[in-house]
């Protein structure tokens, strides 16, 4: 198995990630202004409040942009050619950025709907990716070879 880059949770982030463990999608909000707030910030960037909690998102989203990676500058990133980097836009409205997995990526397009799913790395880190919503539970992740 390749090495490869993974998150380094900061104290910032590190809600994200541990909600990520447990397999659930949650975004900063802040409680002041209710904003909901992606990447994780130290302060709220509408109102510079600096308390939040985790808001749970369902998962759901479209591909808001994307591009199909044909070169790696990686080993492990070289070794999963092509690939799909996106933007999210989750329903809740957040984007993040992503991969699509689970189809050819001359099938991925604007707008698709897809949901995340998880893949666990290590004890430590589950990297939320999307699928598109059609593809059935269960189904090998063609993203997730390691
Ligand atoms: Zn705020």
Wanted: proline share 10%.
């Amino acid at each position: 198995m390749l090495d490869r880059p993974l998150p380094q949770p900061t104290d910032v982030s590190r809600p994200f990630w541990e909600a990520c463990r447990r397999h659930e999608l949650r975004v900063q909000r802040c409680q002041q202004c209710a904003a909901l707030i992606h990447y994780p910030k130290v302060h709220c960037p509408a109102d510079g409040c600096d308390r939040f909690d985790w808001a749970l998102m369902s998962g759901k989203g479209t591909v808001y942009s994307f591009i199909v990676a044909q070169r790696g500058f990686h080993p492990f990133f070289k070794a999963n050619l092509p690939y799909v980097v996106a933007v999210i836009e989750l329903d809740e409205g957040p984007r993040m950025m992503s991969n699509v997995i689970g189809l050819d990526p001359d099938q991925v397009h604007i707008g698709m709907p897809v949901e995340v799913v998880f893949e666990d790395v290590n004890e430590e880190i589950s990297l939320p990716k999307f699928r598109p919503v059609a593809a059935q539970a269960g189904a090998p992740l063609a993203g997730a070879r390691s």
